[in-house]
């Protein structure tokens, strides 16, 4: 939880900065190539060494890293020399979330008993935009054991429409009643 959260701290400082200047989505890249960058196997040992002096390490990264934009590699110096470089992923993906949201843009978590097709899918995105307001992107999960139906979970709102739960209310409403 500790990780998150400071991962958010430098997301939000990070978006701050990006939106000041009108570079949101240049930070979305560069945070994409930091990621990509500094989970390379070689890079992740390289970091992780500690017999090797921090200013080899962010000498060694900085190198790797050509192409970044200055802002950019500072912060991955900075990650570096404060021991945090591997929060780069969760800085990633917080800032992720924060950019999405400034667009409009909301994640939905659907789970589906059978796979679905492209067509249930825009149907099924569709009516949740209707729901939120904003545009919704699915991220889809199949569970048989939700026996038909689905459940959408968006932000902090679980949307039920599973066999499943029709069928665990009807039997409280027949051992209840």
Do not use: C
């Not at 192409?67 to 950019?72: D, F, I, R, T």
């Not at 020399?81 to 917080?94: F, H, T, Y």
Request: charged share 25%.
């Amino acid at each position: 939880m500790a990780r998150i959260a400071a991962a958010r701290r430098y997301a939000q400082a990070i978006f701050m900065i990006a939106k000041e200047q009108g570079e949101l989505e240049a930070w979305q890249k560069d945070l994409a190539q930091l990621t990509e960058g500094t989970s390379a196997p070689e890079m992740q040992a390289l970091l992780a060494n500690p017999k090797l002096p921090t200013e080899e390490k962010v000498k060694h990264l900085r190198a790797r890293l050509t192409g970044l934009a200055p802002l950019v590699l500072n912060l991955a110096s900075l990650l570096v020399q404060k021991g945090r470089i591997g929060l780069v992923a969760d800085i990633a993906q917080e800032y992720g979330a924060l950019y999405d949201t400034e667009r409009g843009i909301e994640h939905a978590r659907v789970t589906t008993a059978v796979p679905i097709d492209a067509v249930e899918q825009d149907r099924i995105a569709r009516g949740l935009a209707a729901l939120t307001g904003r545009q919704v992107v699915l991220e889809v999960y199949v569970d048989p054991t939700i026996i038909g139906g689905f459940v959408a979970r968006v932000g902090d709102r679980v949307l039920d429409g599973s066999t499943l739960s029709q069928l665990q209310a009807l039997r409280r409403s027949l051992v209840g009643g």
